[in-house]
């Protein structure tokens, strides 16, 4: 049975940074992609960024968060630097066989953590 369990979020001022983790089990992210999705109340769940043999990000966070992934330690990482109050949601770690930024293409999923910016 694969298991994504996020970590590291928490409640932060404007402009600073924090540190997301995925562990991952039942799978090897050697042979898969992983990514990282949001979702704030009231929207739909949407692609942050993601990482298989290249990294890619969505243009609201490009420049500002960066994914990394430790395949020995079965962890994929989101450093989130700069942050703003729009980037409060609710975080979640996404496993796929396929290379995608969408929210169909992925089959495995963790429970989410919340990231809250305030101004």
């Known amino acids: 049975q694969v298991q994504l369990v996020e970590s590291g979020g928490g409640l932060v001022q404007a402009g600073d940074s924090l540190r997301l983790a995925c562990a991952a089990s039942?799978?090897?992210?050697?042979?898969?992609?992983m990514a990282w999705f949001r979702q704030a109340p009231g929207k739909e769940r949407e692609f942050v960024a993601a990482?298989?043999?290249?990294?890619t990000y969505a243009d609201s966070v490009k420049g500002r968060f960066a994914i990394a992934r430790d395949n020995a330690k079965n962890t994929v990482y989101l450093q989130m630097n700069s942050l703003k109050p729009e980037d409060t949601a609710v975080y979640y770690c996404?496993?796929?066989?396929?290379?995608?930024?969408?929210?169909?293409?992925?089959?495995?999923w963790g429970q989410g953590t919340q990231v809250t910016v305030s101004s």
């Open positions: 039942g799978l090897a992210l050697s042979s898969t992609t």
């Open positions: 996404a496993a796929g066989r396929h290379w995608a930024t969408v929210v169909a293409s992925y089959d495995y």
């Open positions: 990482i298989r043999w290249s990294d």
